[in-house]
């Protein structure tokens, strides 16, 4: 059976659950995100369908999962995790779940069982006392596995980075060089969320090749407040820059680390330029000392932010990416005989 076949719209499920419950199944219901679906996850439905003659299985929205979550999850959009969860021979049926709680949904349907994993007491499951109340049952399936999704990030984190050295660091790291993006690398966009409208400025190619082989390492610094004004979320911030990383790469240029700021202004963070929070972070996670680092930028927060943390400032005027790339070059010369 294709996967794809057992994922049904809310109307679709009111038809399918009056179908079976008509035939007499015994229906159970679970859900959860199902990001980076892993052994326990596999496990778990596997026991929660001998449970029941039918199980249905809500998968969490990337809009809820970013939620209750991080604002950075899910890892997996919804399509494909639905996807994946389906394939599953445990698994009867796939629908998605907008809220960040099923009670909505179990009121909908009235499974007979409403099924847990992990490690929740009964009496911590927020639905469990609606469950009762129209007849239904609560059931924990406890976890055989120790692996998590948020285990597997951390184990993915440590391996990236104990990586072995790229040539930038065989030849000695000369110095780290952070890049504003909007207006410095890309053209600027007021309010930039779409991938497709991604413009590299003229110069930058050249100029962080020269950079990188000259053994500076960089970075991007940037602010952007139109997550936290809600404009657009910090996804679409990653699929941006996932756009530009990849041009970049293509052209064999590495961006080591974006740090960015996703507050408004009217947040008073430490981290929007031009206060230097992104920019202390950097040195210290490249461990690098101000004298060794750049900031280069085409605004006066740029310029602001990198004089403040004791950098060498380098502003992208008029003649563009490339002159600004010749200054760090000459004057990384000078300091460290690059
Ligand atoms: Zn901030």
Redesign the pocket.
């Known amino acids: 059976m294709n996967p794809g076949e057992k994922i049904l719209s809310l109307e679709q499920m009111d038809q399918w659950v009056a179908t079976e419950k008509a035939a007499g199944r015994r229906i159970g219901f679970t859900c959860g995100s199902f990001d980076l679906l892993h052994a326990g996850h596999v496990q778990y439905l596997g026991a929660a369908s001998e449970l029941c003659d039918r199980l249905i299985v809500a998968v969490n929205s990337d809009a809820s999962v970013s939620r209750y979550k991080n604002p950075l999850r899910p890892i997996v959009p919804q399509r494909e995790r639905m996807y994946v969860v389906a394939g599953l021979a445990a698994v009867d049926v796939v629908t998605l779940m907008e809220e960040d709680r099923p009670l909505s949904l179990l009121l909908r349907w009235k499974p007979d069982l409403y099924i847990k994993g992990g490690d929740y007491a009964e009496d911590s499951l927020r639905s469990a006392d609606a469950v009762k109340e129209y007849g239904g049952k609560v059931a924990v399936v406890k976890s055989g596995f120790e692996t998590s999704s948020s285990r597997l990030i951390e184990r993915i984190e440590l391996l990236s980075a104990h990586a072995a050295p790229d040539n930038a660091l065989d030849q000695g790291v000369q110095g780290l060089v952070l890049l504003d993006r909007d207006g410095t690398l890309i053209r600027n966009v007021p309010f930039l969320h779409d991938p497709a409208k991604v413009e590299i400025l003229p110069g930058v190619i050249d100029g962080l090749l020269k950079l990188q082989a000259a053994g500076l390492r960089l970075a991007i610094v940037s602010?952007q407040q139109g997550i936290?004004l809600g404009y657009y979320t910090v996804q679409d911030f990653v699929a941006v820059n996932q756009r530009l990383l990849r041009e970049l790469g293509a052209r064999g240029i590495r961006i080591s680390k974006i740090y960015f700021?996703?507050?408004s202004l009217g947040?008073q963070?430490?981290?929007?330029k031009p206060?230097t929070?992104m920019i202390t972070r950097a040195m210290r996670d490249f461990a690098v000392a101000p004298e060794q680092t750049f900031l280069v930028g085409d605004s006066d927060d740029d310029m602001q932010a990198g004089a403040d943390a004791g950098c060498q400032t380098v502003r992208v005027g008029e003649e563009g990416f490339g002159r600004a790339a010749e200054e760090v070059l000459f004057r990384a010369s000078a300091n460290f005989k690059v």
């Open positions: 602010n936290g700021c996703p507050h947040e963070c430490s981290c929007r206060s929070g």
